[in-house]
C-alpha cells in the first residue's frame, strides 16, 4: 500500500513539474476586457475601469499575467516577454519584457 501511494504522489508531483515551462514568448500587451483587439486608447479606458492587463500570443491567445505591474509600460505594443508559463493555471509570470520594433 505504501509503494502505490509513492508512485501515485511522486507521478503527482511530476505531473506539476511538467505543466509549467520557462521561456520566453512574442506578442502583445492588452487588458482583460479588449483581448485580442490590440488598442491602446482603447485599453486604457478599460484599465481606469478596473480591467487588468494580460498577454496576448502572436495565435491572439490571451494569457493572464500573474504580475501585470511588469507589463503597465508597454501597453499595446508588440513585446518579447521571458518567464514561467504554467499551463495548468493558464496564466505567465514574467520575468522581463522588451518591446519589439515592427520592420
Not at 75 to 90: A, C, E, P, S, T
Request: charged content about 20%.
Amino acid at each position: 500500500m505504501r509503494k502505490i501511494l509513492s508512485v501515485l504522489l511522486a507521478s503527482a508531483a511530476l505531473t506539476t513539474v511538467s505543466m509549467a515551462a520557462t521561456g520566453s514568448w512574442e506578442g502583445w500587451v492588452s487588458d482583460d476586457r479588449c483581448g485580442a483587439k490590440i488598442d491602446a486608447t482603447c485599453s486604457k479606458m478599460c484599465l481606469q475601469q478596473g480591467a487588468t492587463l494580460v498577454f496576448v500570443t502572436t495565435d491572439k491567445t490571451v494569457i493572464k499575467v500573474t504580475n501585470p505591474a511588469i507589463l503597465k509600460d508597454h501597453l499595446g505594443q508588440h513585446v518579447r516577454v521571458k518567464g514561467d508559463m504554467d499551463k495548468g493555471q493558464g496564466t505567465l509570470s514574467i520575468s522581463s519584457v522588451e518591446a519589439i520594433k515592427d520592420k
